[in-house]
């Protein structure tokens, strides 16, 4: 399956985003999607994850009650809908699919390119 992450930009501190994740060659709604992130000199850290039949929603403590994660399988595309939006979650936002669901960036085993999302204070 190929991934196609849009939607990220430029913001101001409390703004809002919402980034989209395209998914084609194989049918979406067989795999869990995640959405991970990563700043300048850190590792990748997952964001929020949601399952096959978008039952199961965790998100990271540090982005919960301002994210949404979301799922239209009859577009085969996956939403991530970022409020109050804070300096530091400036970073490259993957989206990644895989059959097994967690947390981990390595449960998953396609992703898409990135899509770069800074906030301004």
């Known amino acids: 399956v190929q991934l196609q992450a849009s939607g990220g930009g430029l913001v101001q501190a409390g703004g809002s985003l919402r980034l989209s994740c395209l998914a084609s060659?194989?049918?979406?709604?067989?795999?869990?999607m995640g959405w991970f992130r990563q700043a300048p000199e850190k590792e990748r850290e997952f964001v929020a994850a949601?399952?096959?039949?978008?039952?199961?929603?965790p998100y990271a403590g540090s982005v919960k009650g301002r994210f949404t994660i979301s799922r239209d399988n009859a577009k085969s595309t996956a939403y991530l809908q970022m409020n109050s939006l804070k300096p530091e979650d400036t970073a490259v936002y993957y989206c990644a699919a895989g059959v097994k669901f967690g947390t981990s960036p390595i449960l998953y085993d396609y992703w898409g390119q990135g899509t770069l999302v800074t906030v301004s204070s």
């Open positions: 949601i399952s096959r039949s978008a039952g199961m929603t």
């Open positions: 060659g194989r049918t979406s709604s067989n795999y869990h």
